[in-house]
């Protein structure tokens, strides 16, 4: 325990603007280096916490400009707040799913996670903290709700005054009588991976010449992939690019999508390209899954993963049940239907999936927002969809192209895109969504070009386990077989606001499973301008990016 004459309290004054979003706190690095800025924030998540004296805390992110020394401000603060213990990742660095495994591993009190995910980083771009709980997931929103009540009246931090620690060295250090553990921020993981899949089918299946390639992005996987798909699968040297974390991830957005991990996706087009391609975002948790001349979506990849996730170990025995956020297309409900197991629709946040993970509800989850993720932590998690793609393939020796053939002949096919319409006015955006939920009881009847509405919502959640609801969740405008709008503004953007329109049209096994997703989804994308008057309350005419 730190004594309490070391223990300096620090006069602040709270900012007005410290409201954690869909996955923590995300601001520019200009906003988080105004003097008192990280603290204060850290000082409200340890205040709006309690019992923790003399408990471990997690510490790691994913190596973005800012990420050491905010890593020191919260050992002296945490120190100071009495937590016992801090396990931090070797150089700052923990990929989320890692540090959801680390907090569960030992059985840490919580953790602090920094990175602002795909946003790009660097001395003008973005940063972020989260805070994560016990069972090693996002906050929940009661949690994050008093962090916010407090940032607003917060008028002191405690914190010490101690020499910076060396991040770079393994072993214990300490700070003021609290211990500090740099721990390797790879090898649990990666233990923990072996006992899910079967690596010896995977390495056997690249023993055969089929090649992969791995897009980190100079982002944090790059150090879990390097250890995992190269040393222990066996993949040859090369297997991992862009593989070394920096700060400003080489100046790229670390977001794994076609705009962004474009080289990945060209290079699988074509046909002496790899057999697999794979990419993740800036903290490790999203991924992006492409075969041979075969783009796989993630509503898509969901319902895969589900329907042949008993071919890995880890999930011989079966899946509880399935969880989708509500944007997420409804693929995997066809695949839960089959297997006879429940589907849950939750709001879009992973935070949203802990309590069906807890319960044993759930043993799969995803999200259109290229996230999948299991039972295994408490985070989506991008190496980890990987793996089980690959087990997959080791044990089908299919080519991704000829899985998802047949996947939709058996299922049909949710052709899905998403359109972003980015950082437009807050004021505009609202507007937006205000007439359509003012329209919600008449819009059910009206004619569009993709025929007519036959039910218009605004989603809300009740959880399950404790009851709790979460309202105003998207507009959802449904059409007949399953074809639908979804209309909600992001919860993760730091300038302005972005508006999602989520676009779905199922065809049932036997129909039209060929069609390019553009032209099928023609008449909806049409149905929702008439409905939405997108490029009037926007001012663009057309979205900023279609993933
Ligand atoms: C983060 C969250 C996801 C969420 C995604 C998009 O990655 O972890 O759970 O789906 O952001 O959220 P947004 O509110 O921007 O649509
Ligand atoms: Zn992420």
Not at 464 to 472: C, E, L, Y
Request: net charge negative; aromatic share 8%.
């Amino acid at each position: 325990m730190v004594e309490a004459m070391l223990v300096q309290i620090v006069e602040t004054v709270a900012f007005d603007d410290q409201k954690p979003g869909t996955s923590g706190l995300r601001k520019k690095v200009r906003v988080f280096q105004q003097p008192n800025y990280a603290e204060n924030f850290v000082q409200s998540v340890f205040d709006s916490l309690e019992g923790y004296a003399g408990d471990t805390l997690v510490v790691g992110g994913d190596g973005r400009f800012l990420n050491r020394e905010v890593i020191q401000v919260v050992l002296r603060m945490a120190a100071a707040n009495g937590f016992g213990r801090v396990i931090v990742g070797q150089g700052g660095i923990l990929s989320t799913p890692a540090a959801s495994h680390v907090i569960r591993k030992y059985g840490a009190f919580g953790g602090l996670v920094l990175s602002a995910s795909h946003n790009p980083g660097g001395p003008d771009e973005d940063f972020g903290i989260k805070y994560n709980i016990g069972n090693g997931g996002p906050a929940p929103e009661s949690v994050t709700d008093a962090i916010h009540a407090r940032s607003l009246t917060i008028t002191r931090y405690k914190t010490l005054e101690t020499p910076d620690i060396d991040l770079d060295a393994i072993g214990t250090h300490d700070v003021a009588g609290m211990a500090v553990e740099v721990i390797d921020p790879v090898a649990d993981y990666a233990e923990l991976m072996e006992t899910l899949f079967d690596f010896a089918a995977i390495r056997a299946l690249l023993g055969t010449g089929f090649t992969i390639s791995f897009d980190a992005m100079s982002a944090v996987t790059g150090p879990y992939a390097t250890e995992i798909f190269e040393r222990r699968l066996g993949a040859p040297a090369g297997t991992v690019v862009n593989g070394t974390p920096l700060p400003d991830f080489g100046h790229h957005h670390p977001d794994p999508n076609l705009v962004h991990a474009k080289d990945l996706y060209d290079r699988l087009m074509q046909a002496d390209g790899p057999d697999f391609g794979a990419a993740s975002d800036g903290d490790g948790d999203r991924n992006l899954i492409i075969g041979k001349q075969r783009y796989v979506t993630p509503s898509d990849s969901l319902a895969v993963l589900a329907a042949n996730a008993h071919l890995a170990p880890g999930y011989a025995s079966g899946l509880a049940g399935i969880a989708r956020s509500m944007p997420t297309s409804g693929a995997a409900d066809r695949v839960a239907a089959a297997l006879g197991i429940p589907l849950y629709e939750t709001p879009t946040g992973w935070k949203f999936f802990g309590n069906l993970l807890d319960a044993g509800l759930a043993t799969i989850c995803g999200e259109e927002s290229a996230g999948t993720g299991s039972s295994h932590v408490r985070e989506k998690d991008g190496i980890w969809a990987v793996l089980l793609w690959l087990n997959i393939l080791a044990a089908r020796r299919e080519s991704v192209a000829a899985i998802m053939a047949d996947h939709w002949a058996r299922y049909g096919r949710n052709y899905y895109a998403r359109h972003d319409y980015e950082a437009i006015a807050t004021d505009r955006a609202n507007a937006l969504m205000a007439k359509l939920r003012d329209s919600l009881a008449t819009l059910a009847g009206t004619e569009t070009p993709a025929g007519a509405v036959q039910a218009a919502d605004d989603f809300s959640y009740t959880d399950p386990t404790d009851g709790s609801v979460s309202a105003k969740q998207g507009v959802r405008i449904l059409f007949a077989e399953g074809s639908r709008l979804v209309f909600r503004l992001s919860g993760t953007g730091t300038q302005g606001a972005t508006l999602r329109l989520y676009i779905e049209r199922y065809e049932p096994a036997g129909g039209d499973l060929g069609l390019e997703p553009g032209d099928a989804l023609a008449p909806l994308i049409a149905a929702a301008e008439q409905l939405a008057s997108i490029r009037e309350f926007t001012g663009m005419d057309e979205p900023s990016v279609i993933t």
